[in-house]
Nanobody, 121 residues
Framework: QEHLVESGGGLVQAGDSLRLSCATS????????MAWYRQAPGKERELVAH???????NYVGSVKGRFTISRDNAKNTVYLQMNSLKPEDTAVYYC???????????????WGTGTLVTVSS
């Protein structure tokens, strides 16, 4: 079974920065777009950002201009640089491979344990 291992979360104050990392296997990483999701307490998991194998990126509106997704193909790792953090960014952050189908985008693998980001005001 392929694994996704997220790290880098923590407790920070509003306005601070964090960089999340997600390590996975070459099997997953090399042929897929990769994405970061987050799930806030009491809410559904949402897609935050994704990056294609060609490096193209896309972001949900609430993080545009503050978050940057990147990938290191040599390390099979995807990153999420989060700047100007806000309390509403508090969530467990997950990564996964992502593909698009006729009925929308779908995460392709079992979820990892995620990494908790808590932003205090």
């Amino acid at each position: 079974q392929e694994h996704l291992v997220e790290s880098g979360g923590g407790l920070v104050q509003a306005g601070d920065s964090l960089r999340l990392s997600c390590a996975t296997s070459a099997t997953i990483f090399s042929i897929n777009a990769m994405a970061w999701y987050r799930q806030a307490p009491g809410k559904e998991r949402e897609l935050v950002a994704h990056i294609g194998t060609d490096g193209s990126t896309n972001y949900v509106g609430s993080v545009k201009g503050r978050f940057t997704i990147s990938r290191d193909n040599a390390k099979n790792t995807v990153y999420l640089q989060m700047n100007s953090l806000k309390p509403e960014d508090t969530a467990v952050y997950y990564c996964n491979a992502i593909r698009w189908f006729s009925n929308g985008a779908r995460a392709m693998n079992s979820w990892g344990t995620g990494t908790l980001v808590t932003v205090s005001s």
